[in-house]
């Protein structure tokens, strides 16, 4: 692997942080941009089916705005991505009480969670490290939690993100990035002629609140089958699963036939129209389809200078189940110390005809 890696002082926080700016380039000419406030990737620029190069990761021109950013582009989601219902959990039979910063719902970490953080951050030969230490009682979880992110490019254009965790008392841990992806550039406006194909013959049902209720619905046959490809656009507005209810998807997905600890292929996005695709491989026992359906409500200015419209980017997000701490039935979120928490996300970019 022959990445080079250039970096910068992007900007400052209102504390003085330094924002650090990291560029991977591979001996195709592909780049990586990322940032270690929240940890993350801020461009990827890859070549179309014409051997044109283009920037396909939603975000923002400048640091600064990163720091106000709601729908966490490219960002390191943590401690715990996605719901916990009602902002509540029991460890070892302690209560613990969160933030309820969606509704009802703790969300993402809560509203200083790991995305909102500035990492520690080096290079490591042809990888860049970034390290957060998040204290005991950190937005009211337990434990001292060294929280590590690692990230690869290599010459086959595959980003490969890797997510450790220790901790000196039993908390809960589930991290993800949450990289926005419009494989056309990300100023091509909407992605719901993407089509996508995703090893998941069941879903995860949701009540109003977007709170699994612990059953898995069959895929087969409905708005949510992606076992072949098809169109984001075919089922943006069905009720199952109140697909509409939410704008758009917004489902966490079962992986088929995981098993803890194994990178498997989760599935694949492609772009008829720019040759694009992008294939998402991970050690987690979920991905949440998000179809961007709230990137009108208050982003930054994007990178071409002009707001992203609902749809204009898709996330597919790697982790755990959500609420999985409240559901016995789901993969254990718990972490305890001696133990060693370890995933991979690996998002593979090509090219077809």
Same mark, same amino acid.
């Given at each position: 692997?022959?990445?080079?890696?250039?970096?910068?002082?992007?900007?400052?926080?209102?504390?003085?942080?330094?924002?650090?700016?990291?560029?991977?380039?591979?001996?195709?000419?592909?780049?990586?941009?990322?940032?270690?406030?929240?940890?993350?990737?801020?461009?990827?620029?890859?070549?179309?089916?014409?051997?044109?190069?283009?920037?396909?990761?939603?975000?923002?021109?400048?640091?600064?705005?990163?720091?106000?950013?709601?729908?966490?582009?490219?960002?390191?989601?943590?401690?715990?991505?996605?719901?916990?219902?009602?902002?509540?959990?029991?460890?070892?039979?302690?209560?613990?009480?969160?933030?309820?910063?969606?509704?009802?719902?703790?969300?993402?970490?809560?509203?200083?969670?790991?995305?909102?953080?500035?990492?520690?951050?080096?290079?490591?030969?042809?990888?860049?490290?970034?390290?957060?230490?998040?204290?005991?009682?950190?937005?009211?979880?337990?434990?001292?939690?060294?929280?590590?992110?690692?990230?690869?490019?290599?010459?086959?254009?595959?980003?490969?993100?890797?997510?450790?965790?220790?901790?000196?008392?039993?908390?809960?841990?589930?991290?993800?990035?949450?990289?926005?992806?419009?494989?056309?550039?990300? $100023?091509? +406006?909407? #992605? &719901?002629?993407?089509?996508?194909? @995703?090893?998941?013959?069941?879903? =995860?049902?949701?009540?109003? !609140?977007?709170?699994?209720?612990?059953?898995?619905?069959?895929?087969?046959?409905?708005?949510?089958?992606?076992?072949?490809?098809?169109?984001?656009?075919?089922?943006?507005?069905?009720?199952?699963?109140?697909?509409?209810?939410?704008?758009?998807?917004?489902?966490?997905?079962?992986?088929?036939?995981?098993?803890?600890?194994?990178?498997?292929?989760?599935?694949?996005?492609?772009?008829?129209?720019?040759?694009?695709?992008?294939?998402?491989?991970?050690? $987690?026992? +979920?991905? #949440? &389809?998000?179809?961007?359906?709230? @990137?009108?409500?208050?982003?930054? =200015?994007?990178?071409?200078? !002009?707001?992203?419209?609902?749809?204009?980017?898709?996330?597919?997000?790697?982790?755990?189940?959500?609420?999985?701490?409240?559901?016995?039935?789901?993969?254990?979120?718990?972490?305890?110390?001696?133990?060693?928490?370890?995933?991979?996300?690996?998002?593979?970019?090509?090219?077809?005809?």
């Amino acid at each position: 692997m022959t990445t080079e890696i250039e970096q910068d002082v992007w900007g400052l926080t209102a504390a003085g942080e330094a924002i650090v700016r990291y560029r991977m380039r591979n001996a195709c000419g592909a780049e990586v941009e990322l940032t270690n406030l929240g940890a993350a990737v801020t461009a990827v620029r890859v070549p179309d089916r014409e051997g044109r190069i283009a920037d396909v990761a939603i975000g923002y021109a400048d640091a600064a705005d990163y720091l106000r950013d709601p729908a966490n582009a490219g960002k390191t989601i943590g401690r715990f991505a996605n719901r916990i219902a009602g902002g509540l959990m029991t460890l070892d039979g302690e209560e613990y009480r969160l933030e309820n910063n969606c509704g009802r719902n703790h969300l993402h970490g809560g509203s200083d969670g790991f995305a909102r953080r500035i990492w520690e951050s080096r290079v490591e030969t042809n990888r860049v490290v970034m390290t957060l230490l998040s204290p005991d009682g950190d937005q009211g979880y337990p434990g001292e939690l060294e929280a590590e992110a690692v990230f690869d490019f290599d010459d086959d254009n595959s980003l490969e993100i890797t997510y450790r965790a220790a901790t000196d008392r039993t908390t809960v841990v589930n991290l993800t990035n949450h990289l926005y992806v419009n494989l056309d550039g990300e $100023q091509a +406006g909407s #992605v &719901l002629d993407h089509e996508l194909q @995703l090893h998941a013959s069941r879903v =995860l049902e949701v009540d109003e !609140r977007q709170l699994p209720t612990g059953r898995l619905l069959d895929t087969a046959g409905t708005a949510m089958d992606f076992r072949e490809f098809r169109p984001l656009r075919n089922g943006i507005d069905a009720d199952f699963n109140r697909i509409r209810d939410f704008g758009g998807y917004d489902h966490c997905f079962a992986v088929d036939d995981w098993q803890p600890g194994i990178l498997k292929s989760a599935g694949t996005l492609r772009s008829t129209r720019s040759g694009r695709r992008m294939e998402i491989l991970t050690s $987690q026992p +979920g991905v #949440v &389809l998000y179809t961007g359906n709230g @990137l009108a409500g208050g982003c930054p =200015l994007s990178k071409s200078g !002009r707001r992203y419209d609902d749809y204009d980017g898709v996330a597919i997000e790697c982790q755990n189940f959500p609420d999985a701490v409240n559901r016995p039935e789901f993969p254990s979120p718990l972490l305890r110390p001696g133990a060693v928490y370890c995933q991979k996300i690996v998002y593979r970019f090509s090219t077809f005809e």
